[in-house]
């Protein structure tokens, strides 16, 4: 059973950045597919916002796409995304995971605050 501990959130201006990151301790974390999730109101569905799977192929949201970068290190069990151009909307708190997401694996997030 994988386990993910994010770190790397805060509060951030509008237009700021941000790099998170998140450590996995499963044996087979290279070998699936890992995603960015956020929860912007607490208790709601999380939203999928960047993926990178296996081989290095990449994804993202419409709203993540050309402001947020994923990558991995598979040596040291680690998954980051740097955050460019913050939004206020972009306020919520960051999860990794698989993709698709298993259900055991959530960790505890990251806040990311964007506010003026």
């Known amino acids: 059973q994988a386990q993910f501990v994010e770190s790397g959130g805060g509060k951030v201006s509008p237009g700021g950045s941000l790099t998170l990151s998140c450590a996995g301790f499963?044996?087979?974390?290279?070998?699936?597919?890992m995603g960015w999730y956020r929860q912007i109101i607490p208790g709601a569905q999380r939203e999928l916002v960047a993926e990178v799977t296996a081989d290095g192929r990449t994804y993202y949201s419409d709203t993540a796409k050309g402001r947020f970068a994923i990558s991995r290190d598979n040596a040291k069990k680690t998954l980051y995304i740097r955050m460019d151009s913050l939004r206020i909307g972009d306020t919520a708190v960051y999860y990794c995971?698989?993709?698709?997401?298993?259900?055991?694996?959530w960790g505890q997030g990251t806040q990311v605050t964007v506010s003026s």
């Open positions: 499963g044996s087979t974390f290279s070998r699936y597919g």
């Open positions: 995971n698989e993709v698709p997401s298993s259900p055991y694996d």
